[in-house]
């Protein structure tokens, strides 16, 4: 059992969008795994994208270690702290035909530049073999194109971004989809890993299993709404279920 922290490092406040998201507001302490589930369609992935900048909000407040963050875009979100592993990572993750290397400092490049533009290689190579070390990357070396990689390799890579970038919060969007079972428990002892190491993590997933095993608090959403937030002690896949269907009789009457 992991020690979380009672520090409060993201705080979400009334957070809607035009389309479904519904006055939502919840937590996040150092060091914890926040699972989020719901059905398909319940608004996890929108709530990410709205934290994050990725789309608009109508309302709602963002804090980071209790200061108020403006994001507006995706920028804005990376430049105060947090991270975002998108469900498709071929499409918002990852670069496929450049090398390891380049997919590593993807999001902190000028840190890697010197003051005529131009890539650091040196330093570049030896903090993507550091990554690969750590994460044990499957790979010849760091000169390795992305699309040679298993899905799993490229789910580390796409961690190995975010780590370089230094995220205190990282927003993991079903960190395992399309990837193997051996990867998968490989993804979980990296998260637990991270959290272990003091890092926030919100974790989107559709397989109750997955977010029992790694959550500490089980936040539910459905149609749009959070429904509850509960202690993985507390929690099982029937509560879950109730919660992630809370409002789908109402639903079904509305015509």
Known sequence: NRSIGSDIVLQVKNLSDQNLLRDISFDLRKGEILGFAGLMGAGRTELARAIMGADPKTEGVVFLNGKEVKIKQPSDAVAAGIGYLSEDRKRFGLLLNQDITFNVILSSIPRFSNKFGFLKVKSAAGIARDAIAQLRVRTPSERQFLKNLSGGNQQKVVIAKWLTRNCDVLIFDEPTRGI???????????????????????????????????????????????????????????IIMELATKFSDSLTTVN
């Open 180 to 238: 193997d079972v051996g990867a998968k428990d490989e993804i979980y002892r990296l998260l637990t890993g991270l959290a272990e190491e003091g890092k926030s993590i919100i974790m989107i997933s559709s397989e109750l299993p997955e977010v029992l095993r790694l959550s500490d608090r089980i936040a539910v959403m459905c149609d749009g709404r959070l429904t509850g937030i509960i202690e993985n002690k507390d929690a099982n896949q029937k």
